[in-house]
């Protein structure tokens, strides 16, 4: 398989040429299925500590919450801001998972770095190429989303604005894109999973929540991104979703998520290549400061 001339960073050099990022004693990688789960926001130290330890003890290894919330309303709930990292921090420390948070602006990349385990990008931000540059230039590994109107060659060329900054450890996220159909908040495109896995080295998780934005289709979702060979999963969990201030529609319950993982225990690994590999140890053994 040929390097591509114009994203040599991202593209896959051959069949068995694969990279797995770590994130302290998490690895994403080849011939492994990585759970990602947490609130849309952090609302408060109780709905977070409570979340950290259930999603922890079904099954999940790392935990995802929103601190910084930019709405298409000024008026609805914007995040808990610092506040909201901090207690996601924490709540990581306690349960024992890194932590996922995304990061939106420049000047917070330093500060969240050294908060947050992995500086997610989020669709919005796809092609934010100062922001792209700028977490290309830490250490921190990067969970990139697909914007929802950007073809696949785009995503992975933003995701070599970050591997060209000198960051290796960047991780591709399929979120749903925006098609003719309504009934879904988008439309997840499971086809990304295999079109990216050949064309590039780089591991590939599934946001089936965001995709369709309604709780009783997520679960089929997770069975299917496990199918066809994705890396991962990026859910939305919350004690009462009925409750949740962001998303509440797509909040899975923790019985949710317990279901989930059944099902996906009964599905096999997609045949994925075991390949040499290059990772990233620095978080290996450490907590971020909170």
Same mark, same amino acid.
């Given at each position: 398989m040929n390097r591509n001339s114009a994203l040599p960073r991202v593209s896959r050099i %051959?069949?068995?040429? %694969? #990279?797995? !990022?770590? !994130?302290?004693?998490?690895?994403i =990688?080849?011939?492994t299925f990585t759970i990602i789960a947490g609130p849309c926001s952090v609302e408060s130290r109780e709905q977070i500590f409570e979340t950290a330890h259930a999603v922890k003890r079904l099954g999940a290894v790392m935990l995802r919450g929103g601190a910084f919330k930019p709405r298409t309303s000024p008026y609805s709930f914007q995040g808990l801001g610092w506040e909201g990292v901090s207690l996601l921090?924490?709540? $990581?420390?306690?349960? $024992?998972?890194? #932590? !996922?948070? =995304?990061? &939106?602006t420049t000047d917070q990349v330093e500060r969240m770095a050294h908060n947050i385990d992995v500086l997610q990008i989020g669709a919005? +931000? &796809?092609? +934010?190429?100062?922001?792209?540059?700028?977490v290309g230039r830490t250490a921190h590994? !990067?969970?990139?989303?697909? $914007?929802f109107s950007a073809t696949l060659e785009e995503l992975l060329a933003a995701a070599e604005y970050i591997l060209a900054e000198g960051n290796p450890n960047v991780i591709l996220c399929e979120r749903g894109i925006? #098609?003719? =159909? %309504?009934?879904?908040r988008n439309t997840l495109d499971l086809s990304a999973v295999p079109v990216l896995r050949e064309r590039s080295h780089l591991p590939v998780i599934v946001d089936p929540s965001h995709a369709v934005g309604v709780r009783r289709w997520i679960r089929p979702l997770c069975?299917?991104?496990? %199918?066809v060979g994705a890396h991962g999963l990026m859910l939305e969990v919350h004690p009462d979703p009925s409750q949740a201030r962001t998303d509440r529609e797509q909040?899975?319950?923790?019985?949710?998520l317990a279901q989930v993982v059944d099902d996906l225990e009964h599905i096999p690994l997609e045949c994925q290549l075991q390949a040499p590999r290059t990772i990233c140890r620095k978080f290996a053994n450490s907590f971020s400061p909170c």
């Open positions: %051959a069949p068995h040429h %694969a #990279t797995a !990022v770590a !994130v302290r004693d998490v690895c =990688e080849d011939g921090c924490q709540a $990581g420390r306690a349960a $024992g998972l890194p #932590t !996922v948070s =995304e990061v &939106m919005r +931000n &796809m092609q +934010n190429f100062d922001l792209l540059r700028a590994p !990067v969970l990139l989303k697909r $914007g925006r #098609t003719f =159909e %309504a009934a879904p069975r299917a991104a496990k %199918a909040a899975l319950s923790f019985d949710d």
